[in-house]
């Protein structure tokens, strides 16, 4: 299968740049890895449809990426493309503490997902935990689904919080319509869980709340590694990209949180730039300072790497400890050592967490770039 | 709706729901035994922690998360 654009991910901004690129070539495939087309925030239910003459290709992982471009897919076999956009996005950061590992405690993102693919929460006593403006509207949706939100610990200040959104008007109406569907659910700033064990949550501070379900996620790691595998150049750990969204690799175009969280105005924006760009036609120049100023605003604070035990897991995959890593310097060699970061989700969850504990940097990437079944690798090596 | 079993155990669920939602729903929290025998669930629901694997319809490694339900599956937690 060839097509002039290939787009990597159907989230806001992979749609985005499909209704753009769509203007234009009559040939372009939206791939994803989901059910539906939506991404998270609108997994489901995308305000963006598919545009007719797009191709759509669901439940399909890309495990290998090659130049010139071949996809390699689990589902399709190999598919080819002029230009490739990655509108791969995010992933949830998570930060040890003890307790994190067990049944119970979800994302933040992770719980709304499984409440948006049919998971009943009606009754359910519920804490929000960890830091960005995705607590507020994750505890909206589960209160509308019934859920009983007992708290949002955000470990930002509110005294960081305040004046961001002072600088962003635009967004307070969103800010206050959220506030508005949590009247009488407690926002404690400067806060955040330090212990879960058996159904209680015990906060920064000496709080300590029943709950059936912890939501907690610290923030948003940017999906890199399919830009990294291609070898587009990484700023800072954001995919480098111009003015009109394109990567260091010719022909590489990236979109949304991968260049740089700043959730879905921007992903909208970005996307159809690439989609543009990709396909020939004018580009609108990016505006830019919300992406640093969201990242200042609610910068962890530094006592969250702390709150691992020399017994708490860290790599979940492999069950490494905190302990087991202390005595490495890097990550290759605790790799080596104790195999953490070498189970199946590859480092993903583990990686961002050894950068924030441990200030190693987890950036290699390898193929496959998901776990793919052997029949298939060996069907791309003897079938080329 | 959809009829499933999990470990031998039926549940209904509406169309659509997620294998995780699923036995979430039924009130099954552990999905998998980790390396060292811990018990785990789903944590990311977006198919990247890899933490929900379960057995379906024989095959091991299954991301319980990104499977929609199917009539008759067979659901086993590892």
Redesign the interface.
């Known amino acids: 299968m060839k097509f002039d654009v290939v787009i990597l991910g159907a989230g806001p901004a992979g749609l985005a740049a499909a209704r753009a690129a769509g203007r234009r070539s009559a040939s372009v495939a939206l791939v994803d890895d989901n059910v539906t087309a939506g991404g998270q925030i609108w997994r489901g239910a995308p305000r963006i449809a598919v545009p007719a003459g797009v191709r759509f290709f669901p439940q399909t992982r890309v495990f290998d990426l090659r130049p010139g471009f071949t996809l390699l897919t689990e589902s399709h076999g190999a598919m080819e493309a002029s230009r490739l956009i990655l509108a791969t996005g995010a992933r949830e950061l998570f930060l040890p503490f003890p307790g994190w590992t067990a049944p119970g405690v979800f994302g933040a993102g992770g719980l709304q997902a499984l409440v948006k693919s049919g998971l009943p929460v009606a009754g359910k006593r519920v804490m929000v935990a960890g830091s960005g403006p995705l607590l507020l509207a994750v505890a909206a949706a589960l209160r509308t689904a019934g859920a009983r939100v007992v708290g949002i610990a955000e470990q930002a200040p509110l005294g960081r919080i305040v004046p961001f959104l002072a600088k962003y008007p635009a967004k307070l109406p969103q800010a206050f319509a959220l506030r508005a569907r949590l009247v009488g659910v407690p926002y404690w700033t400067g806060t955040w869980p330090v212990r879960f064990a058996e159904g209680m949550v015990t906060l920064s501070g000496g709080r300590t709340v029943s709950v059936d379900y912890l939501a907690c996620g610290f923030g948003l790691v940017p999906n890199t590694e399919a830009a990294q595998l291609l070898g587009c150049r990484l700023d800072d750990g954001f995919v480098a990209v111009d003015s009109r969204q394109e990567t260091s690799v010719a022909g590489v175009y990236c979109a949304g949180e991968p260049t740089g969280i700043g959730g879905l105005d921007k992903a909208l924006e970005d996307g159809e730039r690439a989609g543009a760009a990709a396909t020939g036609q004018a580009v609108n120049p990016s505006r830019g300072a919300f992406v640093r100023d969201l990242a200042a605003a609610f910068h962890l604070d530094p006592r969250l790497f702390d709150l691992a035990e020399p017994s708490t897991v860290v790599c979940r995959c492999e069950d490494v400890s905190c302990a087991a890593l202390r005595p490495y310097r890097e990550w290759r060699e605790a790799k080596l050592m104790t195999r953490c970061g070498m189970g199946p989700c590859q480092g993903r969850i583990c990686g961002p967490i050894t950068n924030c504990l441990l200030g190693w940097s987890a950036e290699s990437v390898r193929r496959p770039l998901v776990p793919v079944a052997a029949e298939i690798l060996l069907k791309d090596v003897f079938e080329p | 709706m959809v009829k499933l079993r999990c470990d031998g155990v039926e549940m209904v669920?509406?169309e659509?729901?997620?294998v995780?939602?699923?036995l979430?729903?039924a009130g099954v929290?552990?999905?998998r035994s980790?390396?060292?025998g811990?018990?785990?669930?789903?944590?990311?629901?977006?198919?990247?922690?890899?933490?929900c694997?379960v057995t379906i319809d024989g095959v091991g490694?299954r991301l319980a998360?990104?499977t929609?339900c199917r009539a008759g599956m067979e659901v086993m937690t590892t």
């Open positions: 669920v509406a659509g729901t997620s995780a939602a699923a979430l729903g929290s552990r999905f980790s390396v060292t811990e018990p785990r669930g789903p944590l990311c629901g977006m198919g990247v922690c890899m933490e694997r490694h998360c990104q929609p």
